[in-house]
């Protein structure tokens, strides 16, 4: 009767390990796993971020492109461009170059 009941206690302990064991391994690659897509998620934060200020950037330089490229378009601009580069007048005037 005591050497079942040694038996019957060994059998639950070693039930008891195995299932501790599976817990402790189960915990592990959940933690793994959870460690490994909270770096994916960082890693895509990072690159949204960064895109984010490149775009703000490029709509920056493209306001800027766009101011100019309207000045460009202004004929009292292109008299003044072509004044300055060419040294150009008007009829009746003195051309001044330096």
């Known amino acids: 009767m005591a050497e079942r009941r040694r ?6 302990k070693t039930g008891q390990r195995k299932y501790k064991l599976l817990i402790v391994v189960i915990l592990i690659f ?21 895109t984010v200020e490149e775009r ?9 492109l766009q101011t100019a490229h309207d000045k460009l378009l202004d004929p ?11 040294g150009l007048a008007k009829p009746g005037e003195i ?4």
């Not at 051309?95 to 330096?98: D, E, F």
């Open 7 to 12: 038996r019957s206690n060994r059998r639950k």
């Open 30 to 50: 959940g933690g793994i796993l959870l460690t490994s897509r909270m770096y994916q998620i960082w890693v895509i934060h990072q690159d949204m971020k960064r």
């Open 56 to 64: 703000e950037a490029l709509e920056q330089e493209n306001q800027a």
């Open 76 to 86: 009292e601009e292109i008299a003044n461009k072509a004044r300055q580069q060419f």
């Open 95 to 98: 051309p001044y170059r330096r």
